[in-house]
């Protein structure tokens, strides 16, 4: 069985830092693209950033650049976001992500390509 499972979000003031974790189980961690998507109440979707680090493929959104770092270990099959200097803008519930097919790169990162999803974790930055 396919699962990731977020942790690290929660509320911080603007400024602040978070990690957010991505825990994964049950296929090929370092086959597949893995990232990072947000979705702000009242939004669509928005991919933040990916990496499939046995490439050296990756991609962060203009939005999060030079503030949001993507990092994972395949040997633990985790996929971590470390995000600095915060802003409310950045308020979203955030959901770790692994994209079909095996071999995928992080090429055009977009939801419509993900094969699976975690259940998302809570990211609030107050002014």
């Known amino acids: 069985e396919v699962q990731l499972v977020e942790s690290g979000g929660g509320l911080v003031q603007a400024g602040g830092s978070l990690r957010l974790s991505c825990a994964t189980s049950?296929?090929?961690?370092?086959?597949?693209?893995m990232g990072w998507f947000r979705q702000a109440p009242g939004k669509g979707r928005e991919g933040v950033s990916c990496?499939?680090?046995?490439?050296?493929?990756?991609y962060t959104a203009d939005s999060v650049k030079g503030r949001f770092a993507i990092s994972a270990d395949n040997a633990k099959k985790t996929v971590w976001l470390q995000m600095d200097n915060l802003k409310p803008e950045d308020t979203a519930v955030y959901y770790c992500?692994?994209?079909?097919?095996?071999?995928?790169?992080?090429?055009?990162?977009?939801?419509?390509?993900?094969?699976?999803w975690g259940q998302g974790t809570q990211v609030t930055v107050s002014a």
């Open positions: 990496i499939r680090s046995t490439i050296g493929s990756t």
């Open positions: 049950g296929f090929s961690f370092d086959d597949y693209a």
């Open positions: 992500a692994a994209r079909s097919p095996v071999g995928s790169t992080c090429t055009a990162w977009g939801d419509h390509l993900v094969g699976s």
